[in-house]
């Protein structure tokens, strides 16, 4: 299903997956703190984002700020870190591998 929130980056498809990260797992698209955009991954944001990379404060995870490529869901931060790699809503799976990279949207 197209997710209705507008996704930025480079070759985003219709589940959230771009060029840098495009394997079947990799649906979801992250709210950047810094600009209140979507973007598939922290090298969209820097190629076409807003050049001013911020990472959410602790004290916002409850904000609505990942987006499931497969079902549009919006998941709080909180949600997200919890959810063990899958879509609470619709059972989707999320890469994992993401987690790796948490520190460059999270704090």
Not at 11 to 34: G, L, M, N, Q, W
Request: with cysteine.
């Amino acid at each position: 299903m197209p997710h209705a929130v507008n996704v930025k980056g480079v070759a985003v498809d219709p589940e959230t997956r771009c060029f840098h990260y495009h394997s079947e797992i990799d649906r979801i698209a992250i709210k950047f703190y810094c600009c209140g955009e979507y973007f598939p991954c922290f090298e969209c944001h820097q190629t076409v984002g807003c050049g001013t990379h911020q990472v959410w404060p602790k004290e916002k995870f409850t904000e609505k700020a990942v987006l499931c490529g497969s079902c549009g869901n919006e998941l709080s931060i909180e949600d997200y870190l919890e959810c063990a790699s899958s879509c609470p809503n619709c059972a989707a799976a999320f890469n994992s591998g993401c987690s790796l990279h948490k520190h460059l949207y999270f704090e």
